[in-house]
């Protein structure tokens, strides 16, 4: 069955650090994987996917088959990305299966 | 832009009352799906459906139904509403294509049920 694992529910880092989510999946066939984010107060969005290969809001993902993970990256983090962060995969029928999510919390 | 919408952003209930959550969405899409939000936990599949009449189960449907009579609306129904049912629960839609669909959903604002 799929699987997706966030390993850290919480990450604070401050404003201009590099900042790295974690995300591991399993899945037998090809997956295609997504990161959702959840602003406060606001409804989960989509933020990137990888199919599109595009970076959104200066994140980037790369999927790595060899280590089956996914992880978000940003060189500069800024206040305005604190939010809820899901990694998700998505199987038939267009179904997600979405890790725990992460926590990230930007500081002044 | 795609716009799902959710009857309640608020809900409370008692245990045992029959609780109606419903969705709309505006865009046409074949794929809806009803999960609930927990902290710890991520999102969780309930219920999803492919087709107007179609529905499958997800990953925890223990004491939830759907109904879907037409493409645009997508109700989840709590037979007899218990205490672990409090949650935040979320509707989202997607573009379909049957069995391969892989695009990205678009989520409601959700709705917080609180059940007393």
């Known amino acids: 069955a799929q699987r997706v694992t966030q390993p850290e529910k919480l990450l604070s880092v401050f404003k201009g650090a590099p900042v790295e989510l974690k995300c591991n999946y399993s899945?037998?066939?090809?997956?295609?994987l997504f990161w959702y984010v959840q602003y406060s107060r606001q409804r989960l969005q989509l933020l990137l996917r990888?199919?599109s290969r595009e970076s959104i809001k200066g994140f980037t993902a790369d999927l790595n088959k060899g280590e089956t993970s996914f992880h978000l990256k940003k060189p500069f983090a800024q206040e305005e990305d604190s939010a809820m962060y899901y990694c998700?995969?998505?199987?038939?029928?267009?179904?997600?299966?979405f890790g725990q999510g992460t926590i990230l919390t930007v500081h002044p | 832009d795609v716009k799902v919408t959710q009857s309640s952003r608020y809900l409370v209930k008692r245990t045992g009352e029959k609780v109606f959550l419903e969705c709309v969405q505006d865009?046409?899409?074949?794929?809806m799906f009803w999960y609930r939000q927990d902290p710890g936990l991520g999102l969780r599949l309930i219920y999803f459906?492919?087709?107007?009449?179609?529905?499958e189960k997800g990953d925890i449907p223990e004491g939830y139904s759907v109904s879907r009579e037409k493409k645009e609306r997508f109700s989840l129904i709590l037979e007899s509403a218990s205490t672990n049912q409090t949650s935040m629960y979320l509707c989202?839609?997607?573009?379909?294509?049957?069995?391969?669909?892989?695009?990205?959903?678009?989520f409601g604002d959700g709705t917080r049920l609180s059940i007393l």
């Open positions: 459906s492919y087709d107007v009449k179609m529905k």
């Open positions: 899945y037998s066939g090809s997956p295609e």
């Open positions: 998700a995969v998505t199987t038939s029928y267009g179904k997600l299966t």
């Open positions: 989202a839609s997607s573009q379909g294509q049957g069995a391969r669909s892989n695009q990205p959903q678009h």
């Open positions: 990888h199919i």
């Open positions: 865009m046409d899409h074949e794929n």
